[in-house]
C-alpha cells in the first residue's frame, strides 16, 4: 500500500496523431501542494482530466488512494474534487441548489450535505450570494462556487484547473491563501501559469511543456539547480567603501562588477562577463588577496520565471 | 441498486426542475396547447366532423412532436458540453447510462405534463358526446411513448454537437424519416428495387403505421416493443457517443 494519494505512471494521451501526454509519471502525497506549470496547449487540463476520470488515458496508470481509476472509476471518483478550467457551473441555478445538487451526487445524507453547506458558505465567503443565480454572479463569485462544488463532500484529493485565472489581485490572494488553509491533510494539484502563486502556496512544482515533464522538484530545489552561470553572486561581511570597490573592480577583470550594500555589515558583489563564465574559484582567490570575508559564494540563482523560461523553451528548441 | 437509482433521481430531479427555471417551460407548454389546440379545431375540424373522439387530436401528435420534441430535447448534451458542465458530471461518482437515462426522463415526463394539460379537450369531448374512453386512454399513453422515442432520437443527436440549433436540425431531420418511413411514396420507392423483407422492415419502422393502430385503439405488444426498443436504442446510442464526444 502505498502513502501517495494520487499515483500516475507513464501516462500518455494522443489526439490523432498529436501527442498531448507524453509518458508522465506524477504521485502527490497528504498534505502536499503540487503547482502544475507549463505554456499554454503544454498538456496540463489533459493531465488533469486524465486524474480526474474525465479522459482515458491511452497508456499508463493511475491510482487515486490505491485504487485503480481504470477498474474502479466509481469509488475512485469519490476521493476527488475538482474545479475544471473556467470552473463551469449550471449558471441557471441559484447557488445554494447547484452546491445541493453536487453534494447529493457525491453522496452525501441530508444531514451531512446541510453540514458542508454551511461550512461551504462560511469557509468560501458565499453566504451574500447564496440564493443569487451563479450566472448573475462576478467571475470571483463564480470562481469560489466551482471550489465550493469541488470541497462540498471534504475530499482527499482536489484538483484545480486555474483556480485564479481571470481573478483580480485581492481575489487571487483570497483564494491562495484558501487553498494554504485547506491544504494540511489534503493531496492538492493546481495549475496554474502564474510563478509567484507556485511559490505562495506549492510546496512541489512540476513543469511540463508539449507533453513532457521537465521538471519535478521544490521551488527550492529548482532555484538550486537552475544557476545562471553568467552571473557570480558573492556575498562579503564588510564594510566597501570606494576604495576598495576600485580595487575589486581592477582585480576582477571581468566586464560587468557591481557592488551593492545589502545591509550595515554585508555588501553584495555580483559578477558577470558578455565573453565567458566567471571562474567561481579565480573569483574568490582574487578576493582573498584583498582579506574579505566571504559569506556566500555562488552563481546567482534564477527567479522561478527564469527557471520556467528557460526549461521550456530548451525543450521547445530541440 | 437503491443507490444507482438514487443518483438518476438526482439528475432526473435537476433536469426537471430545469425546465422550469427558465421561461422555457411555460413557453414550450403554451406553443404546444396552442398548436394542438389549432391542429384539432381547424385542420382536424373537430366540430365539423361531428364524431364523439380525439382522431383529430391525436393525429397530428406525430407532426407536432417532430417539431417540439427536439425543442424539449436539443439541449440535453449540446448545452452540457457548450458550457463545459460535462466535465462536472463526468467526473462525479455516476455512469454516463444514469446520466442519459436520469435526463431522459426528465424530458419524458415535461412532456407527460404538457399532455395531460391538453386534458380540457378530453373533457370536452365527454361532454358533447360519448366518446370510447378507452381508445382515448391508449391514444393518449401512445402518444406518450411515441414522444419518449422522439425524444431519446434527440438525446442521442444532442450528443453529437454542441450546438442547440444543429441538435435542432438533425434531431427534426431523423424524426421525419422515421415518420415518412410507413408512407406509400417511400415504400413504393423502396418495392421497385428491393425485396418484400425490406421494404417491411422499413413500413414496420413508422412511427406513423404504429401511432395510427394506437389511435383504431390496437395496442398490442410489438408496438409497445417497437417504442421501448428505439428509446433503448436511442438511449444506447447516446451513452456511447457522450463517451466518444465529451472532450471534442
Request: charged share 20%.
Amino acid at each position: 500500500m502505498s502513502d501517495k494519494l494520487i499515483n500516475a505512471t507513464n501516462l500518455q494521451k494522443f489526439f490523432d496523431q498529436f501527442i498531448a501526454v507524453d509518458n508522465i509519471d506524477l504521485s502527490v502525497s497528504r498534505g502536499e501542494v503540487v503547482g502544475f506549470l507549463g505554456p499554454n496547449g503544454a498538456g496540463k487540463s489533459t493531465t488533469m482530466k486524465m486524474l480526474t476520470g474525465f479522459l482515458e488515458p491511452d497508456n499508463g496508470e493511475i491510482f487515486i488512494n490505491n485504487i485503480n481509476l481504470k477498474s474502479d472509476p466509481l469509488k475512485a471518483k469519490e476521493y476527488i474534487g475538482y474545479l475544471p478550467e473556467g470552473a463551469p457551473s449550471y449558471s441557471d441555478m441559484i447557488v445554494a441548489d447547484f452546491l445541493s445538487f453536487i453534494g447529493k451526487m457525491r453522496g452525501l445524507n441530508d444531514n451531512s450535505l446541510s453540514n458542508r453547506l454551511e461550512e461551504m458558505a462560511n469557509q468560501i465567503n458565499l453566504k451574500e450570494m447564496w440564493n443569487r443565480p451563479i450566472e448573475t454572479l462576478s467571475k470571483g463569485f463564480k470562481r469560489r462556487v466551482g471550489i465550493a462544488q469541488a470541497l462540498i463532500h471534504d475530499p482527499d484529493i482536489l484538483i484545480l484547473d486555474e483556480p485564479t485565472d481571470g481573478l483580480d489581485p485581492n481575489q487571487k490572494h483570497e483564494m491562495r491563501n484558501l487553498i494554504k488553509r485547506i491544504s494540511t491533510n489534503k493531496a492538492i494539484v493546481i495549475s496554474t501559469h502564474i510563478l509567484e502563486e507556485v511559490e505562495a502556496v506549492c510546496s512541489r512544482a512540476v513543469i511540463i511543456s508539449n507533453g513532457k515533464l521537465l521538471a519535478n522538484d521544490t521551488p527550492k530545489n529548482l532555484e538550486n539547480k537552475f544557476l545562471n552561470k553568467n552571473t557570480l553572486f558573492i556575498k562579503v561581511s564588510n564594510k566597501l567603501n570606494n576604495v576598495i570597490s576600485k580595487e575589486i573592480k581592477s582585480l576582477l577583470k571581468y566586464d560587468d562588477v557591481k557592488i551593492q550594500k545589502t545591509d550595515i555589515s554585508t555588501h553584495t558583489i555580483l559578477v558577470s562577463d558578455s565573453q565567458k563564465n566567471p571562474n567561481l574559484n579565480t573569483v574568490l582567490k582574487q578576493l582573498n588577496k584583498l582579506k574579505l570575508d566571504v559569506i556566500e559564494a555562488n552563481f546567482q540563482k534564477l527567479s522561478l520565471e527564469e527557471i520556467f523560461r528557460k526549461i521550456t523553451s530548451d525543450n521547445n528548441s530541440k | 441498486m437503491n443507490n444507482y437509482l438514487n443518483k438518476t433521481y438526482i439528475i432526473l430531479d435537476r433536469e426537471l426542475k430545469g425546465y422550469f427555471r427558465t421561461p422555457l417551460a411555460s413557453i414550450f407548454l403554451l406553443v404546444f396547447l396552442a398548436l394542438s389546440s389549432g391542429m384539432t379545431f381547424f385542420l382536424g375540424r373537430f366540430f365539423e366532423r361531428d364524431q364523439a373522439d380525439l382522431t383529430a387530436f391525436f393525429s397530428w401528435h406525430p407532426w407536432l412532436f417532430l417539431v417540439l420534441m427536439p425543442a424539449i430535447g436539443m439541449r440535453l448534451w449540446a448545452e452540457e458540453r457548450r458550457s463545459g458542465t460535462i466535465e462536472l458530471l463526468i467526473t462525479l461518482p455516476v455512469t454516463n447510462t444514469q446520466l442519459v437515462v436520469g435526463k431522459f426522463l426528465a424530458s419524458w415526463i415535461f412532456t407527460l405534463i404538457a399532455l395531460i394539460l391538453t386534458m380540457p379537450i378530453w373533457i370536452t369531448v365527454n361532454y358533447l358526446g360519448e366518446p370510447d374512453n378507452h381508445i382515448i386512454l391508449i391514444s393518449y399513453f401512445g402518444s406518450w411513448l411515441m414522444a419518449g422515442a422522439f425524444l431519446a432520437l434527440t438525446s442521442c443527436m444532442s450528443a453529437l454537437t454542441k450546438n442547440q440549433v444543429i441538435a435542432f436540425i438533425i434531431s427534426s431531420i431523423s424524426g421525419f424519416v422515421l415518420i415518412m418511413a410507413g408512407f406509400n411514396l417511400v415504400l413504393s420507392a423502396v418495392r421497385s428495387w428491393s425485396p418484400n423483407w425490406i421494404t417491411e422492415t422499413i413500413s414496420s419502422m413508422s412511427f406513423l403505421s404504429h401511432f395510427s393502430r394506437i389511435q383504431m385503439g390496437v395496442f398490442d405488444l410489438s408496438t409497445l416493443v417497437f417504442f421501448i426498443s428505439i428509446i433503448i436504442l436511442c438511449l444506447w446510442i447516446n451513452v456511447q457517443l457522450v463517451q466518444v464526444k465529451k472532450a471534442d
